[in-house]
C-alpha cells in the first residue's frame, strides 16, 4: 500500500528550472515512482520513472537531457528536477508508484497532482 502527495508546482519562466517532490507513506523503496503529465485537452502521458532502487531510469523523449528523476528512499521521496522548461511544458504532474518497466508502464497508486505553468 501506498499514498503519495506531489508538491512544488507553480509558475517558471520559459528557460526556467523547478524541482517536484512526491512524498510517499508506506513502503516507498517496494515501489518504482513514475512521473506522468497531462495538459489540458490532452491525454495523461509518461514523463520518466525509476526503480526501487535508484539504480535505473528512463525518459521521454521529450525530456531527455532536461529533466532528471532522483529518489532518496530514507526520505521517502523521490523528486523531478526540471530545466530549460517550454510551454509545452505546462500540465498537471502526477507521480504513481508500480513495479519498473522500461516504457514506465504502471500505476498502481497515484498522487493528486501539481500544477506546473511554463509561462512569461
Known amino acids: 500500500q501506498l499514498q503519495l502527495v506531489e508538491s512544488g508546482g507553480g509558475l517558471v519562466h520559459p528557460g526556467g528550472s523547478a524541482t517536484l517532490s512526491c512524498v510517499a507513506s508506506g513502503a516507498m523503496d517496494n515501489y518504482a515512482i513514475g512521473w506522468f503529465r497531462q495538459a489540458p485537452g490532452k491525454q495523461r502521458v509518461g514523463v520518466g520513472c525509476?526503480?526501487?532502487?535508484?539504480?535505473?531510469?528512463a525518459y521521454a523523449e521529450s525530456v531527455k537531457g532536461r529533466f532528471t528523476i532522483s529518489r532518496d528512499n530514507d526520505k521517502k521521496t523521490a523528486y523531478l528536477y526540471m530545466s530549460g522548461l517550454k510551454p509545452e511544458d505546462t500540465a498537471v504532474y502526477y507521480c504513481?508508484?508500480?513495479?519498473?518497466?522500461?516504457?514506465?508502464?504502471?500505476?498502481?497508486?497515484w498522487g493528486q497532482g501539481t500544477q506546473v505553468t511554463v509561462d512569461s
Open positions: 525509476i526503480d526501487n532502487r535508484g539504480e535505473r531510469t
Open positions: 504513481a508508484g508500480g513495479r519498473y518497466n522500461e516504457h514506465c508502464a504502471f500505476g498502481n497508486y
